[in-house]
């Protein structure tokens, strides 16, 4: 599978972790800017912050957050199934993985539900009341905005993962013909990467959007 711009396997393999992680690098940048505009509305609108965040459900995000985790190892195993050239068990990886992800989706799918059905899709119709234990005066202008970076944070993470998932099916079909060898797998470790970063920002969601706005607010 050598391309004839390269000189040997070994280049081309780190042309392409090069491109990946130049790849990651933009899309790190990308989410950083989501990131940053979350922390700034949270620093201005604690408290509306804080009514939202305990409207979500704790325990299907921290179900989503095992999964993923479990995903990842699944993840590396089919990268470990392609250098050693196991290619049923590499297939086997690679489907649990495809499985877990979409377990995912469905999760995310059940709590946009639930905020659609409880007017918490920001817009026309929207109205949020605090039914926590913090009982706060909320402004609907600010609970928005919570809400606005809920649904565009996890949207585009989501939106991640579909495409993840789509590349998983090709890996899928590219092993069932049997197309990767212990000399040539680049494609399993670089959507490997992909998968592991997709994996990493959730980590990072997590807290941000379900645990650390259940601190109590200050007044």
């Known amino acids: 599978m050598l391309q004839h711009h390269f000189d040997d396997m070994e280049q081309q393999?780190?042309?392409?972790?090069?491109?990946?992680?130049?790849?990651?690098?933009?899309?790190?940048m990308f989410f950083g800017g989501l990131f940053?505009?979350?922390m700034v509305y949270r620093y201005l609108y604690h408290n509306a912050f804080v009514a939202g965040s305990t409207s979500l459900d704790l325990r299907l995000g921290a179900f989503n957050t095992?999964?993923?985790?479990?995903s990842s190892l699944t993840m590396a195993m089919a990268v470990w199934c392609s250098e050693v050239g196991?290619?049923?068990?590499?297939?086997?990886?690679?489907?649990?993985?495809?499985?877990?992800?979409?377990?995912?989706?469905?999760?995310?799918?059940?709590?946009?539900h639930d905020k659609y059905v409880h007017h918490h899709i920001p817009g026309h119709g929207f109205h949020?009341?605090?039914?926590?234990?913090?009982?706060?005066?909320?402004?609907q202008g600010q609970a928005q905005?919570?809400?606005?970076?809920?649904?565009?944070?996890?949207?585009?993470?989501?939106?991640?993962?579909?495409i993840g998932a789509g590349l998983?099916?090709?890996?899928?079909?590219?092993?069932?013909?049997?197309?990767?060898?212990?000399?040539?797998?680049?494609?399993?470790?670089n959507i490997g990467l992909y998968w592991?970063?997709?994996?990493?920002?959730?980590?990072?969601l997590f807290p941000l959007l379900y645990l650390i706005n259940r601190i109590p607010a200050h007044h």
Not at 66 to 70: H, P, S
């Open 13 to 28: 393999r780190e042309a392409a972790f090069l491109g990946m992680w130049v790849f990651l690098i933009t899309e790190i």
């Open 36 to 38: 940053m505009a979350y």
């Open 66 to 70: 095992v999964v993923l985790i479990a």
């Open 86 to 112: 196991r290619r049923r068990w590499l297939v086997i990886f690679l489907v649990l993985t495809l499985i877990l992800g979409f377990v995912f989706l469905g999760v995310k799918v059940v709590e946009y």
């Open 128 to 139: 949020f009341v605090d039914e926590s234990d913090h009982h706060l005066r909320v402004d």
């Open 145 to 162: 905005i919570f809400f606005s970076l809920y649904f565009a944070m996890t949207g585009m993470h989501a939106l991640h993962m579909i």
């Open 168 to 189: 998983l099916t090709a890996l899928i079909i590219m092993a069932l013909r049997g197309m990767f060898t212990p000399e040539w797998h680049t494609p399993v470790e």
């Open 196 to 204: 592991h970063f997709v994996d990493i920002v959730w980590i990072f």
